[in-house]
RNA sequence: GGCUCCGUAGCUCAACUGGAUAGAGUACCUGACUACGGAUCAGGAGGUUGAAGGUUCGAACCCUUCCGGAGUCACCA
């Protein structure tokens, strides 16, 4: 796709002149070829700099015979001119009409990618069974998915999925909550949400464990501890405060209770497990509704409880080939310092399997059931250190997929109160949420009254469309490696920089093109006065091939919103500056609607790869 | 303390991975079409890119040191 453009036909010219003329080699994506910046004549920009000392000529004298050579060679280059080290070139109004011709002729196929041949596996979400989504996730749910969408335009085979943490202790807490207060309640008796409705169980847990710790704080028991464990000139909160952990694991009534009931799951006890499925499924149909109404699905989920156990082969493996190695106390570790990291525990000494084992196992298994190429991990940045363990540990065990392994780590979502915190009940719900954009949508809608005309089902799809896009751009058009500050004023705005803004781009257009209902054949050729707001939408429509295949490369959605958003931008600017139905002539109107209608054929696409869908009207 | 990431306009973010005079949105001020949809457009003001050195024709980006913030250094997941 990229060979056929106008880019690569001038990077592909240049690399010609250089050789022939002036005996220098270079690849044709070396050559730096940018949109010209708007304080110069020319529409793009040839960077003849790294050519200086090769060729040990000025930068005059090496434009100068690039430009004329140029203009013979390519005869739509009407123009050239030097400034500095930087060729701008300008490209003939004709050739503007064709590349136009070719996007137009193209419809969807145009900037699709070849295919790589490739097998991508993308794991996203992953949730713990213990209690309901929340704004965490959905950073985490947008940026997994709108990956997997540009890495299939991109050309690659994708397969989304999730390791869903249905097992372990914070299970067994709900669990016992619900066995010990839940006095047969379920979501259907009590009207709520199935993961809301374990999650409750998780919050009660919570507050038990909690009644129970402080009345023992209380205790000569409690006293003796902070005796003998406190430290110098610590207060007796402060130690209490430390110590939690080691009183549920220690001290606790009802943490024992809960640590029997996981042996007990761990040894298939038929009451726990029927416990277990009952509220798991619970869980399962709430967050089914939650991916529904963000709009997202998996193609495979993984079970923890089906993979923990997995990886132990591999231990043996890797101690045969004295790549692991077994301290005196039996546990097993891998030695990773040669790659400038620690040792890692890779088996504990009563042989039971940690995080990074379980996740060689499920990587193998993974590999079976698809044979991907590469695998990415949507996970948040504090577990970056695991995943570069992991990735040079199933690389030193010489997995085939090994060497293309990406951990698409992104920062924490703060409030601009500070930190989400469950214990103290900060976390912003992620259907909460979603309600809360749709119907920021409603009143917006309500109040300009443009929808009244139309039934009211419909009008609620588009409230729909309209509170996610701006909920959704929000959150994707930061860069995932940022830590981002989740205004919920901010992210409901409809105006600026926002999903909002694209769809009124992309509704815009629906409108006059429904006005101007058959687009008239009318032959454009003869059309030569491009305006430079025309240009501007044709160089932008070409630009997204390399939008796509940047994001790709980088593992980054936000360059895809950020692009979205300057063809909006100037979409409603053309808009300003030219009439479309009301043209000065036949062959400008038609010249203005076969652009606007591949324009925004490319903004739906665009969205679209961020799981965002554009309503007709709005 | 070691390692990793981050620091850009009052605020939220860009900057084609080393390219021209660092751009948008928001908030503030001033304007625009008797309309192809005002969820729009134009203008103004707002910057020593955390600081100081260095490399380079050229640095927000690379190197060094320092400052500030976060994460991580579990036989947790």
Redesign the pocket.
Known sequence: MIESGLVYQLQRAVTEILETNLNHQVQPNEV?V????K??E?DY?I?I??Y??ALRMS?ADIGERLGKALQEKLDYIVSFNL????L?VEISDKEWQSQLNTIFKAKDTFGKHTSTGKKVMVEFSSP?TNKPLHLGHIRNILLGWSMSQILEEAGNEVVKTQIV?D???AVCKSMMAWSNYGNGETPTSSGIKGDHFVGKYYVIFNQKLKEEYTNWQQSADAKAVFEEKGKEGQSEVDFFNHYK?DYFNIHSTIGKETKEMLIKWEDNDKGVKDLWHKMNSWVYEGFEQTYKDLEVHFDKLYY?SDT?LLGKEVVEQGLSSSLFYK?P???IWVDLEDV???KK?IL???G?????T?DIGTAQMRHADFKMDSMVYVVG??????FKALFETLKKLGEPYASDLFHLSY??VDLPTG?MKSREGTVVDADDLVKEVIDE?RS??KE?G??DDIPVNEQEE??KR?GLA?LKYFMI???P?????F?PK?SV??????G??I???Y??I???LR?ASSLEKVDYSTYKSIEEAEKNLIIDILDYP?IIL?SA??Y?P??VA?YA?NV??DF????????????ETDEAKAFRLTLIESVSAILERSMNLLGIQM????
């Open positions: 730096l940018n949109v010209t910046s304080n110069f020319g920009t960077v700099f790294p200086v000392k930068p400034v500095k080290g930087f701008n713990n943490n097992r372990g202790i952990n923890e923990y301290e106390d039996g546990s400038g990291l620690d525990l504990r000494s009563d039971t399997s940690v995080y990074i379980q940045n504090e577990q970056d250190y695991h920062g924490m930190k949508a917006a809608a300009n443009s929808l588009i409230f309209i701006a058009k930061i860069n490696k940022k830590r981002m500050t205004d901010e705005d409809m105006q600026g920089q926002t909002p803004y769809q009124n781009a509704v815009r629906a409108s006059i006005k390399y940047d490369k980088n980054d936000s360059s950020n958003y909006a931008k409603h600017r053309f808009y300003h500056d030219v009439r479309i139905l009301t043209a309503p007709s009207r709005m």
